[in-house]
């Protein structure tokens, strides 16, 4: 995790600092310490810095910059990094994103110290600080067990002299005029949470491990989506891309057309299909019907005159039969003066007889 604590002086940044980097085995990175190793061991940056500060200037933002990219690109700070007093102002915020941004490595989580300015005063007035270890005592909250000694190393206890009130209410004043931006700026990015540093040391920590490992959470699981994304993104683009061996009737496909799909296209163009399905349905049945209703005369038209030409040529030979056939049927024509010989021989016959009878009965 990436953390930056944020919070005004005497809020418990550098004690939270060191209780946060021993929990996420991930450096401290204190500017103010880093300036005094700096300077102590003699680098470039160093003596730039010793420059600086022997002639009571405040160090220049480029060079904090770069003595920073160097404690980041140590091995230790490969898991991470807690970033304590800095940055102070909104010029160094967006600087600090374009250098972790060009190192690949950005901010994770803003973490603000919320602190009551009458607690505050309270806190910097009795604050004691070991010259040897650099641990943090109170004499209202966390005093040592030997006044003036540290429990830890015995090493001398010191009150800095701008552990005042004259000088803690300008230094208050400075906090909001230029670290406020840098809480907005944060904010705007949804990279700020806030935790109440009245209290407890103990309690103030388990709070603000809940949001730290509430946050390497959610950043886990947006690497998996993202990750994802990326798995179906290539899936969708690999089919359009790869090409087609050349085989019978098969022309090769180049591969030049899959550079200009991408993932935000795809989806692009499925949206009008799905948006008017029945239109084109309906435009689509209604062109397969005209096409057929057209195409249909057209194969059907021979059909229907072949069957004509076939029943012409039945007909034909039909009534050409029965025309052939009418000459053997005059057969019975002939017979036909027979039927009517007996009939008229038996008219005759019937007459003869009537005749026999008229003179029978006339007798």
């Not at 480029?62 to 991470?80: F, K, Y």
């Not at 005759?348 to 007889?353: D, F």
């Amino acid at each position: 995790m990436r953390i930056v604590l944020l919070g005004a002086p005497g809020s418990g940044k550098g004690t939270q600092a060191k209780l946060l980097a021993e929990r996420y085995n991930a450096p401290q990175i204190s500017t103010g310490d880093l300036l005094r190793e700096a300077v102590a061991s003699g680098s470039a940056l160093g003596r730039q810095a010793k420059i600086a500060m022997d002639a009571g200037q405040l160090v220049g933002d480029d060079i904090v910059l770069g003595i920073i990219q160097e404690r980041i690109l140590r091995p230790d700070a490969r898991n991470g990094f807690i970033l304590d007093g800095f940055p102070r102002n909104l010029p160094q915020a967006e600087a600090l994103d374009q250098l972790l941004g060009s190192l690949g490595r950005p901010l994770d989580l803003a973490l603000l110290l919320a602190v009551d300015v009458d607690a505050l005063l309270q806190r910097l007035v009795g604050r004691r600080t070991c010259l040897s270890c650099g641990q943090v005592y109170n004499i209202f909250y966390s005093p040592p067990h030997i006044d003036g000694r540290c429990d830890a190393c015995g090493g001398k206890l010191r009150h800095r002299a701008d552990d005042n009130e004259e000088t803690i209410g300008n230094r208050l004043r400075v906090y909001e005029m230029q670290t406020l931006p840098v809480i907005d700026y944060y904010k705007e990015q949804g990279k700020l949470r806030t935790v109440q540093g009245v209290g407890e040391v103990s309690n103030i920590f388990k709070a603000m491990r809940k949001v730290v490992d509430d946050v390497k959470v959610h950043a886990q699981n947006e690497s998996r989506s993202d990750a994802i994304r990326r798995a179906i993104a290539r899936q969708q683009v690999a089919p359009e891309a790869a090409t087609v061996k050349p085989g019978i009737g098969a022309p090769s496909v180049r591969t030049s057309s899959a550079k200009s799909v991408t993932p935000e296209t795809t989806p692009k163009k499925a949206m009008p299909k799905k948006a008017v399905p029945k239109k084109a349905a309906v435009n689509k049945a209604s062109a397969k019907k005209a096409t057929t209703a057209k195409a249909t005369p057209r194969k059907a038209a021979p059909k229907k005159t072949t069957p004509k030409k076939a029943v012409s040529k039945q007909s034909s030979t039909r009534t050409a039969t029965s025309r052939k056939v009418a000459p053997k049927s005059a057969v019975p024509k002939k017979a036909a003066p027979r039927k009517t010989e007996a009939r008229k021989s038996a008219f005759k016959n019937k007459a003869v007889k009537r005749t026999h009878v008229r003179k029978a009965t006339a007798k």
